[in-house]
Each structure stands twice: as C-alpha cells, then as structure tokens.
C-alpha cells in the first residue's frame, strides 16, 4: 500500500465489516484502533481482535472525542456498521475526514435496517456505498458503490452477510486513493430515497391478509434477521387473536393476484393464499 497522507486511524463499529476493515489496515502497517460500538463482554471482535494484534476499545464517546479532538495530527475514522452518530465538531474538524459504509445505493434508504427496507419495498436492486462523512444522515459523497440483484430467496439476515462481503472488498479497492487524499467522490442526487430510523418497522411488524402473495413474501423476508431480531418478531392480527409463528415457507409459487385473499388454519400452520405457510403458530 501507498504511503499515507494520513498519520491517526480510528475504526468505528461493530461486527465484520469494521473489524475486517481494521485488520486490513495493521497488516498493511497502518496502526489504528478499533472501537467496537456494543457492549457485550464476551465480544468475538474483542477476542479476534487480540488475536490480530488489533489495539481494541470499547467506545466511549468523552474518551472517543478527546482522542481525536486532542490529536491534530490528520485523522482518518473508519465508520461500517455504526449505530453512533458521530460529533459535528468531530465532522466539522479541518484535521479529520470520516468515511462510512452504509448498506444500500444511496440515497436509497438511509438511516437504519436498509436491508430490510430494500427487501420490503420489492426493489429490483441494492448494494453498498462508501461514503463521506457531513453533517446529514448518509448524504455525503460517494467514494465507491457495487450492486446487488435482489431475488424471492434474500432475507434480511442473508442480504446483511452478501452486504459485508462486499463491503470488505470496496473498502480494499479504494483505500488507495483514501489515505493519498485523492478526490474520487461523487456527489449524491439531491432528490429520490427515504430515511428510516431505529424505530421503524415495516408495516408496524404486522402482516395484512389483504396483501397480495408476493408482498408477503417480501414482507416475511424482510423482517427475518435470523437470531438476530433487529426488528422484532412479526405478527398477524385475524378474528379478534394475536398470532406469532416460528418458521415459514413456500408450498407453491407465489400468486401475485391481490384478489386470492385466503387464510387457512391446519394444525398449528396457518396458509396464507394457497402458497405461504406460517409454521408452528402461536397466540400471544
């Protein structure tokens, strides 16, 4: 890698991506700190980090601020899958720059769970951007962006892994031209996307029977994050009862006619339009 017009490194986030971002700068002889933005004792990117000789911290914003604020040597953060929003007077700063992952083509889908609303919303396309950091939600300039055909099979929690994957590899292709400071941004379209924020849920968690198959489908997808739960359980409100359900699927192809409303309960499975099954279903 090429010398860097950057002296300071600071990683901010949680999970593989940061930390994978992390690693790729100390084997390449850039020493940065990574601070994880969860609190959990058991941490695995506490663990790994170690392992890889990646000086770890857990984030603490006075700490987090004090260190770039007192160093003015030029700073470069590192922000992918970071819940904090990060100072203004840290943005504002002429020392700093900050760059960002964000999981979507932006400006589509800003803000939070961008995944999830990609999947919701029956997009054709998604993908990832890096991005500079300002003072919007995920408006800054564009540094790099790939996309993603979406299909019937994504869900949530297996978009987010293809997302990250993704994300590593456009982190190594342009961090080149990042610590050399040279311009290869592009500015973002002034108007088109939607901001979604922490507590927006798509349709408020509740399936309609009315919605036609597909839209369920995207629906039951979008809201699966696997052990994850980052938006909650789903759930169908029909004849006066509450039901919750642990598992679905397909038992045929899906009917997009928003005419063939049905709903059918068998044992403890409710079928929704001849196609859908929501198993192992359960009142609440």
């Keep these: 890698m090429t010398e860097s017009f950057y002296k300071v490194f600071h990683v901010v986030g949680q999970g593989t991506v940061p930390l994978q971002c992390a690693n790729f700068l100390t084997i390449n002889g850039f020493s940065c700190t990574f601070w994880e933005t969860i ?15 990646i000086n770890y911290k857990r984030f603490d914003e006075f700490q987090f601020m004090n260190c770039v604020t007192n160093n003015l040597n030029k700073t470069l953060i590192i922000s992918a899958n970071n819940p904090i929003i990060i100072p203004k007077n840290i943005v504002d700063a002429t020392h700093v720059k900050i760059i960002n992952y964000h999981n979507s083509i932006l400006p589509l889908h800003r803000g939070v769970n961008a995944e999830a609303w990609s999947i919701y919303d029956m997009d054709e396309y998604t993908g990832i951007s890096w991005h500079r950091v300002d003072n919007g939600i995920d408006t800054g300039n564009i540094l790099v962006q790939r996309f993603i055909k979406l299909n019937s099979n994504y869900t949530s929690f297996s978009l987010l892994r293809d997302q990250a994957s993704m994300a590593i590899e456009s982190f190594k292709y342009i961090i080149n031209d990042v610590l050399v400071d040279i311009e290869c941004e592009n500015k973002q379209p002034n108007t088109g996307g939607s901001i979604h924020l922490r507590s927006d849920i798509p349709n408020g968690g509740e399936l309609s029977c009315n919605w036609p198959s ?16 980052n938006l909650g359980s789903p759930y169908l409100k029909y004849s006066c009862y509450t039901y919750r359900w642990r598992s679905y699927y397909l038992i045929n192809d899906l009917c997009c006619d928003p005419e063939f409303n049905t709903i059918v309960f068998l044992d403890n499975n409710i079928i929704l339009n001849g196609c859908i099954v929501l198993s192992n279903v359960f009142t609440v």
Excluded: Q, T
């Design 39 to 53: 609190n959990d004792k058991n941490s695995i990117a506490y663990s790994r980090s170690k392992i890889l000789g």
């Design 214 to 229: 597909s839209k369920i489908w995207s629906f039951l997808r979008a809201m699966d994050y696997g052990c994850l739960y």
